[in-house]
């Protein structure tokens, strides 16, 4: 067994808004913790938590980073999320697996759209969370509205730490439990012109935790005082049941106020074994499994990574049982065996072999084939499984090309790797238009990619916005309309007659062919060719050559020859009757229509209801969340391939957005004649 108890072990993510300071505040906790010898800064390059070179260059997180280390007895493992929401997918798949997290907000400017998804993620998931308002030495900086804005967002703060001083003369914190104040010297006395508002504060503190606890609550109205244990178990059970969310404030560059938040981190935020025990999907007693080091085993993968040396190792968080290497699990998941090969701690770029995980500890292991994130790792005989981690849909595409060819295939196999690593990637090749797609959470997110593809593969490849998958369809009945093949003149003869009625289908049944022939009009082992013909015309409509469907099309007669009828020859008729009865059957062109999702703080919705509406968009809800607001619309696909840049600019980069396709719909005459003529054009051209 390790010799870490389930009760010392934690694990907690530093989630927010990009660029609050998440990276350099993980920095300052782990030379705190004595973890790092030096402090780690994002702007040098010495982060060792922003290790990739995409993020040394970009001076930002592009993907979660996973520190553990020992201190004080407890072994912690800290991850550092990306903010910024073409990355933000790997913060909320780390919180499945994490048992609380650090919300950190910016001392200027506050609640940000970052802060308050995060936020959401966190109640959504039920970790319990502290809040830290980082930057107090920043032009700027205000602590009081940094947390009135967290109060709006509903999260209960209970401040324990208050600045002292502000922007350049900020210099410390107030530590309301000890009431001592810390600064880059160490421990003093609270100084004289903070007294009063320290006390305030800690009397609002007392009361608040009071509140959290029955007897607590009582003996406070009694006696107007709690003793400091019963101050700590108020706040430890309050955060603990998410009744509060403990805010503590500081510098992450200047190393001030960082020590009570690594206090708080291992005192307040439970521990995995204080966190009890996790529904499991399926096994286990009472739909249950606890987080002991005898339990039956089971893990949860919630990040995957490519190296160069080790090759893709997943990273895992043990809920219950114990992990060597040479064991066999099963991956739950996929139903396949996997053995485990190394086990290895990891501190940023770095990795340690280690003999043994439990509860609680967050491990990697290399080269597990069948496993990928979100997936569930168990014994390989009476395991339990635990839900799998949903993985967010990535929302624009690119259509990407070789930058030379011949290297196709190589492009290929390599952005399969980089898939495989990134969950919220796709690659898939549209069928209507013949494009490899690759879509991601956002540009950045599709950008970086090929940018880490260069880097890792050598391989480059070019972006171009991808050709809209429009579709055809028919708005009327045409009946008995002839498709017909005769050619009896010299040679071998072709002859094949058929009637076809065609008539439309709801949006999205497809294309159904219904055989109505009787009397042998057509031989019955002819009639599988008139069906080909037709779903061969399928693929490409009369109108811009895009595929057509949602129609039923009937073969109600028929004509033939005893010796020219041939497979051919009515593959050929029901095809030429298919176009023709589309033809007369007053054709559309039907455009995706995306669910879009866009949040933004409230000052920007004029804006940005304005802009859906000039983008033929239908606004059909505008919810409020905290700050910020939430708008649902649905909108054509073909407006909305440039919007994230168009956001970024319209709100400043505060805004961000989802999108899904939702259904096809008609697209207006306008839009019709415009790409009816666009696809003339390209066959003018191509001929
Ligand atoms: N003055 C000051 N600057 C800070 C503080 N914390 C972070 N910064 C600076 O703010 C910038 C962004 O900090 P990061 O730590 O990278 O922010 P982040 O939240 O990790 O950002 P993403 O990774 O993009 O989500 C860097 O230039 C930091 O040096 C602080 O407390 N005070
Ligand atoms: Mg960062």
Known sequence: MKNVKVNDTHSFAIVGHSGDGKTSLGEALLHAAGATPTLGRVDDGSSHLNYLPEEKERRTTITSSVYSFDAGGRHVTLVDTPGDSNFQADGQIALHALDG???????VGGVKVGTSRMWHACQRLGVPALAFVNGLDRENADFEAAV???????????????????????????DLLRMKALGPQGEREVPAELADAARDARQQLVETVAECDDALLEKYLEEGALADDEILRGLVAGTRARAITPLLCGSATLELGVAPLLWAATELLPSAGDRGAWAV?????????????????????????????TGTLSVLRVVSGSLRPDLTLQNATQGSKERIGKLMLLRGGEHVDIPEAGPGDVVAVAKLRSVHTGHCLTAEKGGVRLAEIPIPQ???????????????????????????????????????TGEFLLTGMGELHVRTTVQKLQRMFGVEVQLKTPKVPYRETITRKAENVEGKLKKQSGGKGMYGVCYLTVEPRPRGEGIEFVDQIVG?????????????????????????????????????????????SNEMAFKLAGSFGFKTAVEQARPVLLEPIMNVEVSAPTEFVGDIMGDVSSRRGRVQSSEAQGMTQIIRAQVPMSEMLEYASQLTSMTGGQ?????????????????????????????????
Request: hydrophobic share 45%; proline share 6%; aromatic share 6%.
């Open 520 to 564: 042998g009009a057509i031989p019955r082992n002819l009639i599988p060719a008139v069906e080909k013909g037709v779903l061969e015309a399928c693929a490409a409509g009369p109108l811009a050559g895009f595929p057509v469907v949602d129609i039923r099309v009937r073969c109600i007669d028929g004509k033939h020859h005893s010796v020219d």
């Open 281 to 309: 999907a399926e096994g286990g007693s009472g739909g249950t499994v606890e987080p002991a080091p005898e339990a039956p085993f089971s893990a949860l993968v919630f990040k995957t990574m490519i190296d160069r040396y």
């Open 655 to 687: 805004g961000e957005f989802h999108m899904a396709f939702s259904h096809y719909d008609e697209a207006p005459a306008n839009v019709r004649d415009k790409i009816v003529a666009e696809a003339g054009a390209a066959r003018a051209a191509a001929s």
């Open 148 to 174: 009135g804005s967290l109060r709006a967002l509903e999260l209960k703060p209970v401040v324990l730490t208050l600045p002292i001083g502000a922007e350049s003369r900020f210099s410390g914190v107030v």
């Open 394 to 432: 990535g929302v624009i595409s690119y259509a990407i090309q070789a930058k030379s060819k011949g290297d196709e295939d190589k492009v290929y196999a390599s952005l399969g790797r980089l898939v495989e690593e990134d969950p919220t990637l796709h690659l898939g090749r549209e069928a209507s």
């Open 101 to 107: 997290a650090v919300l950190v907000c910016s001392a």
